[in-house]
């Protein structure tokens, strides 16, 4: 089946802890985004990849980092988390660039106290 | 800066009625507009799109209207059912995807 898989689903840290959370997709994709959904502010872009090795700043970058050392897998890595990290995350992955359909993961719901 | 606009947060229709939902935005550069449907506890998933060369876009129960000189575009689903609760995302690419804010569809029975 074709999907994007994001782990955990649901996590509360504390302010501090370093913190990964995992997406990885099976379809072969070349493009792969990070967003973060918040209420009244909709989706917005954290980082994006067109390829591996190569990865870009979205719309809200501060205080987060990626990897894309292979093609199937695009971790969000959070050094510091701080409490205006609390949100609701969503890996994306789509064929080349994101004016094809983009699927996206199930979410990570983070808490950050 | 939103350059994607839904300015309904909710709207609630009768099943069998037709829904309208609303996005407008700002940046004349966007060649591209899609509209997402989002459940409770799932990811978005890709419902229609149209080409700004286009003014309109229709699959089935969905129809996707895009006024350009007005910046707007509107998602008609016709007849509505209840199934059809959900968020509903505009979408907008010009050098990336932008979002708006999504608008909650209620279709009560």
């Known amino acids: 089946e074709a999907q994007v898989t994001q782990n955990p689903r649901y996590l509360i840290t504390v302010t501090g802890k370093k913190l990964t959370v995992t997406c990885s997709q099976n379809?072969?994709?070349?493009?792969m985004s990070w967003y973060r959904q918040d209420p009244g502010l909709g989706l917005r872009q954290i980082y994006y990849?067109?390829?591996?090795?190569?990865?870009d700043k979205g719309d809200v970058p501060e205080g987060y980092k990626v990897s894309r050392k292979e093609k199937r897998n695009f971790p969000l890595i959070l050094e510091s988390p701080s409490p205006n990290q609390t949100s609701l995350y969503f890996c994306?992955?789509?064929?080349?660039?994101?004016?094809?359909?983009?699927?996206f993961g199930p979410g990570t719901r983070l808490t950050v106290l | 800066d939103q350059q994607v606009k839904q300015n309904s947060p909710s709207l609630s229709v009768q099943e069998g009625r037709i829904s309208i939902l609303n996005c407008d935005y700002t940046?004349?550069?966007?060649?591209?507009f899609l509209w997402y449907k989002k459940y409770p506890a799932e990811g978005p998933t890709f419902l229609i799109s149209?080409?700004?060369?286009?003014d309109k876009n229709e699959d089935g129960r969905f129809t996707v209207f895009l006024n350009k000189s007005a910046k707007h575009l509107s998602l008609h689903i016709v007849p509505s059912q209840p199934g059809d609760s959900a968020v509903y995302f505009c979408?907008?690419?010009?050098?990336?995807?932008?979002f708006g804010e999504g608008t909650q569809l209620t279709v009560n029975p």
């Open positions: 990849s067109m390829n591996v090795e190569v990865t």
């Open positions: 994306a992955s789509s064929v080349l660039v994101p004016h094809n359909e983009q699927f």
């Open positions: 979408a907008a690419i010009g050098s990336r995807l932008t």
């Open positions: 940046n004349s550069m966007f060649d591209y």
């Open positions: 149209i080409s700004s060369i286009k």
């Open positions: 379809m072969n994709h070349e493009y």
